[in-house]
């Protein structure tokens, strides 16, 4: 049920500081420690490589997971999207394990992945919000996201859940290995959830901001590097299914290699910067875009803001910011489609699951 709300989409952007207390509720153990499965810890420590696979949003939440996985638990991760898996199967190690990242877990992409592999002996892991689903039943492990349903088409609460869980999953596998971390996951997470709701409540900053952006344009470019660079792809996607403004997400240090071509006078240019060692590189990207005549809308993370950003967001962990820093660019979609009185929740062409290869 929407309630008050006028839509679905709007009312699970609001609900991700709740999922993000839930999540933390499920996981953690008596004694108030995060701890998995033992399975599941298992699997992980024996694993040789990991492989995502997924689609859209879900494999944008696995790019920021490879990262997560890969810095805290040190096991090599490859990030596959499902249809191209599926026809285009890469060269396998050893022991590798495989992790179904699947809001529906009905996505028939990831599914023809999930068939061939099990076919080849490996073992399946499926994160998904829907735990009887195809894609959980399938598979030998299953993550649970604890969002609560998803009814609008565009996916906002399931691609911040699916990062906690697998920053879980990752800071788990760390702590099965032995591996010093500095930080406790559950504690980020509370701080984490208070921040998205911080930024919850500034809708109507963030209403103006898409009016004045994108109110009328057909284009619009969002830029980011390291992990920013993957909430742009997620931003652009989210802008574009549901406003149908062509949207871009780019590393902002390869737009000089050709697309830059395309800024004209007025071009929106969304830049992100939350990462201490990439700020001033985006910066400089932003000038180069800037000087062509694009329309820069700078979201920074606090401590890296400077006058002219266009929104700040709360700081949290360096490791967690995609969870907080998509919170905006969600919004500015959701706002951007209502101005064009598009169909937020049902977008022309798509479906909320795509059962079809
Ligand atoms: O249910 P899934 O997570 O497998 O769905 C994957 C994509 O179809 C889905 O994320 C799609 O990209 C969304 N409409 C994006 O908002």
Redesign the pocket.
Known sequence: EKGTYPHFMLKEIDEQPFVMRKIIQEYKNEKGELKLDEDIRQAMKEADRLHII?????YHAGLVGKQLIENLAEIPVEVHVASEFAYNTPLLSKKPLFIF???????AD?RAVLVKIKKLGHKAMTITNVPGSTLSREANYTLHLHAGPEIA???TK?YTAQIAVLALLAVDTANAKQLKLDFDPLQELAIVANAIEALTDQKEAIEELAKDYLGTTRNSFFIGRNVDYYVCLEGA??LK?ISYIQAEGFAGGELKHGTIALIEEGTPVVALTTQKDVNHPIRSNVQEVVTRGANALIISMEGLEQEGDAFTIPQVHEALTPLVSIVPMQLLAYYAALHRDCDVDKPRN?A???TVE
Do not use: D, M, W, Y
């Open positions: 997924a689609s859209g949003t879900s990242i699947s809001q529906s877990g009905e996505t990831a088409v565009a996916s399931a996607l989210k299914e798509l909320k699951s795509v």
